[in-house]
């Protein structure tokens, strides 16, 4: 455990199978090098004829690998199996290559696994290169469909309930990689996000009530949900905004103004900040929506929280109180101050949300990662900017409880975040370290299925999903893809190859972490 300090080859293939190769090279996550993460490089081939080697065969570096009754393993101990790494999990015969790698013939194909060196930042930039070819659309990160199973030509573009937050958590972690390296397309790729984030608030035509997404004329848009047309006729957006949302508006706000030097810049961020903060304080600490009534998950009022919203009022009250914190820091406004004074406080007159922030264990009906994430993204801001040590004791109290969770998850994210709430802290920076190692970069949705291997323990009790869990903890290139809001103890799952995340799950923290002087340029 690290004590938590805050800081501001190309392969010449074999001439039998050359002229066979496909055009597709699918990069992957696995082991550690001399500083570097040891990356696998997969590339399918038709099946040839070729049966030389056995069903276990040692790299040229010493590794053995070994065929399983359903995939193999590298080293004992990394699991390969699946359209991840082979054309079927029939493996035959194993023959190593000359540069650590491993051709594995299976009963319908021939899989070449390249292992290579490579940066941490090497592997951002192919990220960021993926979102630029696959997840544009009017500067939202967004989901990718695929026509055809696992081709990234077919690619379909789709509007998404949570567009506002995953391109929050895209533009934060290119803030930090602008604060990092000061790159200018780091730069220009924030201020993309930035401002496809401000304009979901400004397409609604009500101030202070952001969108979930849009779709313009013309497009395709998904049929769940209800969506309204922009008085031109131009612009369809989704209403029903949750707090997800809102936490991301705060969140990517908050990192923007704190690190990017545009005056005009901040003062937009700033009065978007004030619109959204007086929209819900102007209707008791609710979110309404065009129909005037508050959307399904945006109320942070006491009503709801000694009624319906009870079990959700610890993590409520904790959004709440961070909303306000960092409105108050971007606009200066003594008035948000003081609102948050009376929200947070103990006293006659206050309304003790951060005692309530406070209670999650208490509250707590069942664990939700999708929850994690919210508490963790408000917890950043707010553990920025307050300063009051009795202030600050009930939201380490809080903190400490969403940890007890957290820390078993080795999420370099939530890792990094405890660390700023914590300072000295010690947490698992190397288990951190090591899950940003092992983020495949293949992030095809391909099925993954892990229940039925005998070194991983599985939970009797399904999660709040009814999905079986695990209780061994699983390397991310080893079970489904998710984002951080999905529960990384389901080891079984993926949807044949017809999607493809984006990848903002691994360069947030990455580059939170370089930012925070928790992750070293070298790595």
């Known amino acids: 455990m690290a004590r938590f300090v805050l800081m501001h080859a190309g392969h010449r293939l074999k001439p039998m199978l050359q002229a066979k190769a496909r055009a597709t090279l699918i990069v992957l996550c696995g082991g550690a090098l001399a500083g570097q993460s040891l990356q696998k490089f997969r590339t399918f081939y038709p099946d040839d ?75 951002a930039a192919v990220f960021e290169e993926r979102v630029t070819l696959r997840h544009d659309r009017y500067g939202m990160v967004a989901d990718s469909h695929l026509v055809k199973s696992g081709d990234l030509s077919t690619n379909v573009l789709e509007a998404n309930d949570n567009d506002g937050l995953w391109t929050a958590m895209y533009g934060a972690a290119e803030c930090f990689r602008y604060a990092v390296t000061k ?3 780091a730069l220009a790729r924030a201020r993309r996000a930035i401002d496809a984030v401000l304009f979901l608030e400004d397409v609604t035509g009500v101030p202070g009530l952001p969108a979930r997404s849009y779709v313009k004329k013309g497009d395709a848009r998904p049929k769940d949900g209800v969506w309204h047309w922009t008085a031109d006729k131009q612009i369809e957006w989704k209403g029903g905004t949750s707090s997800d949302e ?7 706000l908050s990192v923007a103004y704190d690190l990017l030097d545009d005056a005009a810049l901040k003062a937009r961020m700033a009065t978007a900040a004030r619109r959204m903060m007086d929209y819900i304080l102007a209707h008791g600490y609710n979110l309404i929506d065009v129909t005037g009534k508050p959307t399904t998950w945006g109320k942070w009022s006491p009503e709801y929280f000694s009624g319906r919203g009870k079990s959700d009022s610890a993590l409520n009250a904790l959004e709440l109180l961070s909303f306000l ?97 914590r300072p000295g802290s010690k947490v698992d920076l190397g288990g951190a370290l090591a899950t940003l190692e092992r983020i495949p970069m ?82």
């Open 49 to 123: 004829g070729l049966r030389t080697g056995g069903r276990t065969a040692v790299a040229s570096d010493g590794v053995e690998w070994t065929a399983a009754g359903r995939g193999l393993y590298r080293n004992r101990t990394e699991y390969l199996a699946g359209k991840r790494y082979l054309p079927d999990d029939d493996v035959i015969a194993l023959s190593p290559d000359a540069s650590r790698g491993m051709w594995v013939r299976t009963r319908t194909g021939v899989s070449h696994i390249e292992l290579r060196e490579m940066t941490l930042e090497q592997k």
């Open 183 to 185: 790159e200018p397309d």
């Open 246 to 252: 809102i936490v991301g508006h705060f969140f990517i």
């Open 325 to 421: 914190k960092t409105t108050y820091h971007m606009t200066g406004d003594a008035k948000y101050a003081a609102e948050y004074r009376k929200v947070a406080g103990s006293g006659p007159q206050g309304m003790k949300y951060a005692e309530q922030a406070a209670r999650y264990l208490e509250l707590r009906q069942e664990i939700n990662y999708s929850d994690e994430e919210l508490a963790m993204l408000s917890f950043y801001p707010i553990f920025r900017y307050e300063k009051d040590a009795v202030m600050l004791a009930p939201l380490r109290r809080a903190l400490d409880q969403w940890w007890q969770n957290c820390e078993r998850e080795k999420n370099p994210l939530w890792t990094y975040i405890y660390g700023v709430g």
């Open 442 to 523: 293949d992030l095809i949705s391909w099925k993954v299925v892990n229940s039925d291997r005998k070194d991983v323990a599985m939970e009797k009790e399904l999660d709040r999903a009814r999905q079986r869990q695990a209780r061994t903890l699983l390397p991310p290139d080893e079970r489904p893809v998710m984002k951080w809001n999905g529960n990384p103890f389901v080891v079984d799952g993926g949807n044949g190859g017809y999607s493809e995340d984006d990848g903002s799950f691994f360069l947030l923290p990455y580059w939170m972490g370089r930012f925070l002087g928790v992750v070293d340029a070298s790595r």
